[in-house]
């Protein structure tokens, strides 16, 4: 930028100055020219909240540290940027800076798949911004393509990859064998992983931005409790390795898709043939599929975890929401109009690897594939594995209904004939 530009300030309160927050504060006063050159307005740090004033800090103006996020979210700035994560404070913070008539950009997508609607409202009423980028899918643009690029189109499915840290330790664990704890603790120490890491591994974290991307791909207001969760605690080295030797790799998936009847949004860990473009997305890296009626298939994929690629997507609404207030105009709000049913997961279409331990004599193979066949699941594969006491079937099916499947799986584990149901995946992307 060759000159200075003048023009009007706008105030910047950031509340949490930590792996985010300080890369937020970084850039705003590295690249300050250029992004006053591109808001049409100066951006000038306020303040920053964060918990520990004793801490010791590097790139922080320590001067404008405070210890009360909610008086600096009420004290009036133009934007207040909310980076501390958590629910019930962040809470309080962005509902006192929007009643303070101050427009908001967070990264909290626990805050924003449990209370959206409220906050959307609140900002409406008081006629300000409430942006949201960087809580799903890191430095991604994927929220503003749902909301804007593809407001013309028809959504029928997301599909991807949206937790940096679940897919960093299953791509350690299934390329070096690495243990999970072990690998857990660099994800933490790589800034990728929630304050409580539960949320990542537990699926929670994908789950919320589940949530927020179905809510705005299928105009209809979906949270955090509609979305069935299942994360990769239970996942061994020996299932990583066990679904590598089938030509698969292990990856926590988010699924929100049109069902009959309604929608249905689901994180869970799926097989995915290696050959698939979603299998060579590797460590903190996300991806996300979009199908929609006129547009086919779109891909997005980026950085999806850290604390620079997070400010790249924190920055972009901070000038969005800066360029809004120097119009004096904000953007479009939530649009729920559609108000689809949220189905449970047993509405979902899915199919299933199954590996189980049976008798090795004749008539088993017709039995096993007699109980699928009794709940109308299709089977697409079946091979033999061992034999005597060691003998294992495993079963690929085609997609059927979840609950259909899961019925199928409980007659198995019945039958006199199934020693034991060894291991059970969802699958995408193999038909
Ligand atoms: P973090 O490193 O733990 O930073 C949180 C910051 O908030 C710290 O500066 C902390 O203060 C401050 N803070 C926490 N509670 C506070 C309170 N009650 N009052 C005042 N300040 C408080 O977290 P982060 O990784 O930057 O994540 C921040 C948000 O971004 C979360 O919502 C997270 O989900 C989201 N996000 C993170 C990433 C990522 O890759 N890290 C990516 C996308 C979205 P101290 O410094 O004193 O501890
Ligand atoms: N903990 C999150 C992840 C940060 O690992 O994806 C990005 O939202």
Redesign the pocket.
């Known amino acids: 930028v060759a000159q200075q530009p003048q023009g009007p300030v706008l105030k910047v309160a950031l509340?949490?100055?930590?792996?985010?927050?300080?890369q937020v504060a970084r850039l705003l006063r590295e690249n300050a020219d250029e992004l006053a050159a591109r808001s049409g307005a100066r951006l000038e740090l306020a303040g920053v909240?964060?918990?520990?004033?004793g801490?010791t800090?590097v790139g922080l103006p320590l001067d404008l540290l405070t210890?009360?996020?909610v008086a600096l979210a009420s004290s009036g700035a133009d934007i207040v940027v909310?980076?501390?994560?958590?629910v019930e404070?962040?809470h309080e913070v962005v509902v006192a800076a929007l009643r303070t008539g101050s427009s908001v950009v967070?990264?909290?997508?626990?805050?924003i798949a449990q209370h959206g609607a409220e906050l959307h409202a609140l900002a409406r009423e008081h006629g300000v911004d409430l942006y949201y980028e960087?809580?799903v899918a890191?430095a991604i643009p994927l929220l503003q393509p749902l909301t804007s690029s593809l407001a013309g189109d028809r959504i029928t499915r997301v599909l991807g990859i949206v937790n940096?840290t679940t897919n960093y330790i299953l791509t350690r664990m299934g390329e070096e064998g690495a243990a999970f704890d072990e690998v857990l603790a660099d994800a933490q120490a790589l800034?990728?992983?929630?304050?409580d890491p539960t949320a990542d591994v537990g699926g929670h974290?994908a789950a919320a931005k589940a949530a927020i991307v179905a809510g705005l791909a299928f105009h209809t207001a979906v949270t955090a409790a509609d979305v069935h969760v299942e994360g990769i605690t239970s996942i061994s080295v020996d299932d990583v390795a066990a679904a590598g030797d089938m030509g698969f790799v292990v990856k926590l998936l988010a699924i929100a898709e049109e069902v009959p009847g309604g929608i249905c949004v689901r994180v869970h860990p799926t097989m995915v043939p290696r050959t698939h473009p979603l299998a060579s997305v590797r460590e903190a890296f996300n991806a996300v599929f979009v199908t929609a009626e006129a547009a086919g298939e779109v891909m997005f994929y980026g950085r999806?975890?850290?604390?620079t690629?997070?400010a790249s997507?924190v920055l972009g609404d901070v000038v969005t929401v800066a360029r809004h207030r120097v119009s004096g105009v904000v953007g479009p709000t939530l649009s729920t109009h559609a108000e689809r049913p949220v189905l449970p997961i047993g509405e979902a279409i899915t199919a299933y690897y199954v590996n189980l331990h049976v008798d090795d004599r004749p008539g088993v193979l017709a039995m096993v594939a007699s109980l699928f066949a009794e709940h109308s699941v299709s089977i697409a594969g079946v091979r033999q594995e061992g034999s005597g006491d060691e003998a294992t079937l495993i079963v690929r099916t085609h997609r059927a209904r979840d609950a259909d499947l899961q019925a199928t799986i409980a007659d198995l584990r019945e039958s006199p004939v199934v020693r034991a149901v060894a291991g059970l995946m969802r699958v995408e992307g193999a038909d």
Do not use: C, H, Q
Not at 15 to 22: A, C, H, K, L, M
Not at 106 to 111: D, R, S
């Open positions: 509340v949490g100055g930590g792996t985010v927050g300080s909240a964060v918990r520990d004033a801490k800090r210890t009360d996020a909310e980076l501390m994560g958590g404070v962040a967070t990264a909290n997508k626990a805050l960087a809580a890191g940096g800034g990728y992983a929630e304050a974290d999806g975890a850290g604390g690629p997070t997507a």
